[in-house]
């Protein structure tokens, strides 16, 4: 089974688990999966949180825990241009938690969903070692898009802002308080719902949803594409606050835009010929910017590039 | 919002959690979720599995844990009548764990996904501090059956056998070896998806699955129904094995039946005039029994009555 994802230790343990299963699984390896059901299109995708690994609680507080659960499994239909229809959500609460903190994360849950036009469909609540959120979430789609459909000489386009989340991350762990743009990325990421229902019917070529970074989702985009993706840093569109919290930290700040997970906005391989008025009427439409940071080209693999000079990945990745 | 949820401080949580998302939830309270898609409603739950609270590594192996955390979540299917389609499953793997430990969780997973007709549809991998496995399935259903069409008059039944399981779990906490029939039962349990479907074409008037015990899972189904259900102890069927092992331990067989949690056994209100007849088709059909315990009342709450005698619920709850 191809499951058209990027290298590393993470997606290994996947590919075996692909192996074992054989055909007892179906049409792994996308941000959701699908299912038809007369005549519709469902898509499904679950995205677990766990404290320690996910969030801290020093950092954000439960509604913004549970907000930010929601929002990483909202933004997998957004990838495939869906519209949630709701979302089940399965908590694991600690001993030490106030009686209040389950009905604060789903507060958040429930806020996060609302804001994408779902609702609470169901859950389940237990007793576990630390705070753990699992979301998963159904919607409809009329036209699925996947990772596996770039060509070469489609244009490579990111909706939105990068790097602020990363950012916010960074400040936290150096014991510094993020300004409130950036926090803000961080706490309240919005699934990019709409955006990626426009580019669904505008034929996206492909999508890819950027949770763990731009740099790994676009090399799953080209592996599940069998293409190579050409991104060039410098067209990067950087979040507010993105450039003074590097400079504070003495980072590149396209690291920040480049390496950053939770970012939650869209990789889209559109077909050539969108002209500017397109991307003028998205940012009208949607209210974010739609911005081209690259090509796909014939090969494998991601290329960075920052002016003429080609960046490693794994130059990017020290700072980890 | 009435869940009809039975009383305990696990569903006044639940309760609170409902009344803090108000309208931003719909349906709660059932053992699945229902959305309609192009004429079709489809069926949607989770189980989460936390390792210390649903399981202990040295009395299950990786692949019994998988089975029993899909098994949990595909027994909510069976209680509303419904037909696997598939099911997403999130792992957290802790650090202790070897390399082969989640391909060994999912393919007890895959394994009782298939044994119920479905298949693996997608997942979540991460790190975290213990083995964590939430499961959300999705299913099929022509009518679903819920926990509130209950009416005074009709026979309460169950499927198979109970006790089993919750044996099992007190000869393993005593530090005793269970026998095979009764290890089994608690190690692959089997989600009577045949037997939901057969009862709910039967015209069930409500269904529960009995994962947190009889006597708990009728005061739910007698809180949604707003009827009360009167069930005679001496009427259970015990699994094979139950009766030494309570012996073993010197406890009432019918308390493992009642209190034992994890049988995943169905509880069924069927209307009046089922005969012999009716039962031993289903005996023939399903290759289990379905044996009437009781029946259902005006009134409120769950009477369990060993011969003349009125039990009492706590006095049940002794020894956990």
Request: charged share 20%; aromatic share 4%; with cysteine.
């Amino acid at each position: 089974m191809n499951l058209g994802l990027g290298s590393g230790p993470e997606f290994d343990r996947i590919r075996a688990i692909a192996k074992t299963l054989g055909d007892r699984a179906r049409g792994l390896g996308d941000d959701c999966a699908f299912v038809e059901a007369g005549g519709e299109v469902l898509a499904l995708s679950v995205d677990l949180s766990v404290e320690g690994v996910h969030f801290r609680r020093e950092w954000l507080d439960g509604r913004e825990i549970g907000w930010r659960a929601a929002a990483g499994a909202l933004s997998d239909l957004a990838a495939v241009g869906a519209t949630p229809i709701g979302l089940l959500a399965s908590l694991a609460i600690p001993p030490e938690s106030s009686s209040e903190e389950p009905g604060c994360v789903m507060d958040g849950v429930g806020a996060a969903v609302a804001e994408s036009g779902g609702v609470v469909l169901g859950g389940d609540l237990t007793a576990g070692p630390v705070l753990t959120i699992d979301v998963a979430v159904l919607g409809r789609v009329n036209r699925p898009v996947k990772r596996s459909g770039a060509r070469p000489g489609d244009g490579v386009w990111v909706t939105g802002w990068l790097g602020a989340s990363r950012a916010a991350l960074e400040l936290l762990r150096a014991g510094r308080r993020p300004d409130t743009p950036v926090r803000e990325a961080f706490a309240h990421p919005h699934p990019r719902i709409s955006a990626g229902r426009w580019l669904a019917a505008r034929e996206a070529h492909a999508m890819i949803d950027l949770s763990d970074g731009l740099a790994g989702d676009a090399a799953h985009l080209a592996a599940a594409s069998g293409v190579a993706l050409v991104i060039d840093l410098e067209r990067l569109p950087l979040g507010s606050g993105v450039a003074a919290a590097a400079a504070d930290l003495g980072v590149d700040p396209h690291r920040f835009a480049a390496m950053g997970g939770e970012d939650y906005e869209l990789l889209v391989a559109l077909p050539p010929g969108i002209s500017e008025a397109d991307t003028t009427r998205f940012e009208q439409d949607i209210g974010i910017p739609l911005t081209r940071i690259g090509s796909v080209t014939a090969g494998e693999g991601v290329s960075l590039r920052q002016g003429d000079e080609r960046v490693s990945l794994t130059g990017f990745d020290h700072f980890r």
